[in-house]
């Protein structure tokens, strides 16, 4: 059966990249319709937003880092616009990030990031552990060396999500505060969704970006479904005083014993500190290990946090990709596009991610920075890798 067609597109999942993706389409004169119980939700509701181009860059993902880094670029501007069109503080910061090590394995780890960073044209400096205490007086006296980004930011996730269906709202995207179900078909052309409450919702072209339920609904033909998967990030927030100047004045993060651990300060005195990887299927379970995981190798970075009020503990799913990188526009289904797999970039990526999809629902084509990550460069084989 086909839906009798309601809007030009339809986005299913309202997180920030279903959302900035409606926004944008909706900018451009395309009437459009997201389908989410809750739009706003998911997992930036739990993420920490950092704009971390730079300090996440990891050996293998250079491509992804062309990527992120014109996103990273298109922030101040977006941000404007959407603070602009919305009234909404978004809480972006743009305060750089320390990468700091405790021992002589993290200063390896981190003399090697700062090697690829040369080798990258991207800027670091590499700073001793003395210097790292100065510009952040709070890290344990054990810093061994740090790696300070002065161009890596932060934005406050939840903002971003509230900002942007405010934004949608005052665009004329419409919602439909269900599940959607079903993918529905006309011979080889996707036609839009049915819910689970059994309503039918046509459209000229439908863009799945569902984040790491992307690759579960219904109806979708094997060939074209995407290969995410969800990856759990467990994340603490505490409250930081306000009396004394700032406990911590930039993003800090290091890798302790192998983990990544980040800590991430609001100006409204938040203190965000994340996150686990944990590939457990769709469990949200915050456990007793991954907090004390967290809270132990973020103490051993900052002794003085235990004063802090633990205020929130939170598991969000990263839509993972085979390679770690975004799916993005058309698909090999006539009418469907992707807009998922950011993994641990969906909050960098949200501004170029919008900017792309809406270039493809206009011409079927991705612009240029978009075009390695078609959702074609996954074949058979790569499908076939994913857990059942
Ligand atoms: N980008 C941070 C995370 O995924 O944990």
Redesign the pocket.
């Known amino acids: 059966m086909s839906p009798t067609r309601t809007s030009d597109v339809l986005v299913v999942g309202g997180g920030i990249i279903g959302l900035v993706t409606a926004w944008r389409a909706a900018q451009r004169g395309l009437s459009t319709t997201v389908v989410d119980p809750e739009p706003g939700g998911g997992a930036a509701q739990v993420?920490?937003g950092?704009l971390?181009a730079v300090t996440?860059l990891h050996h293998g993902e250079q491509t992804l880092l062309g990527l992120n880094l014109a996103s990273a670029e298109r922030y101040p501007a977006f941000a404007a616009e959407l603070t602009e069109a919305t009234g909404h503080d978004l809480g972006y910061r743009r305060c750089g990030t320390l990468a700091v090590a405790l021992d002589a394995d993290d200063r390896a780890h981190l003399r090697e990031l700062h090697a690829l960073h040369q080798r990258s044209g991207l800027d670091s400096e590499w700073l001793t552990g003395r210097e790292c205490r100065r510009l952040e007086p709070m890290l344990a006296p054990g810093v061994r060396g740090g790696l300070r980004v002065d161009g890596d930011h932060q934005i406050d996730p939840r903002r971003l999500a509230a900002a942007l269906v405010t934004a949608c709202e005052r665009a004329g995207v419409a919602f439909r505060r269900e599940w959607a179900e079903r993918l529905t078909l006309d011979g080889d052309r996707a036609t839009g969704v049915v819910t689970r409450a059994g309503n039918a919702l046509g459209a000229g072209q439908t863009v799945l970006a569902a984040g790491s339920l992307s690759g579960r609904l219904a109806g979708v033909p094997t060939e074209v479904l995407p290969p995410v998967r969800p990856v759990k990030?467990q994340v603490l927030r505490l409250t930081m005083p306000q009396r004394y100047g700032p406990f911590l004045s930039r993003t800090v993060r290091a890798v302790v014993r192998g983990s990544?651990v980040?800590l991430v300060p609001r100006e409204n005195g938040e203190l965000v500190i994340?996150?686990t990887?944990e590939e457990l299927g769709f469990d949200t379970t915050v456990t007793a290990g991954g907090v004390y995981e967290l809270l132990r190798d973020a103490h051993e970075l900052v002794p003085g946090l235990t004063e802090l009020p633990l205020t929130e503990t939170q598991a969000g799913l990263?839509p993972g990709s085979p390679d770690n990188a975004p799916l993005l526009g058309p698909t090999g289904l006539d009418g469907l596009l992707l807009a998922t797999g950011h993994h641990?970039?969906g909050v960098l990526l949200t501004p170029v991610t919008g900017d792309a999809l809406a270039h493809a629902l206009t011409t079927g084509e991705l612009p240029d920075v978009a075009r390695p990550f078609t959702p074609r460069r996954f074949g058979a084989a790569a499908l076939q890798e994913q857990p059942a």
């Open positions: 993420a920490a950092m971390a996440e990030g990544h980040y994340g996150a990887s990263r641990r970039n």
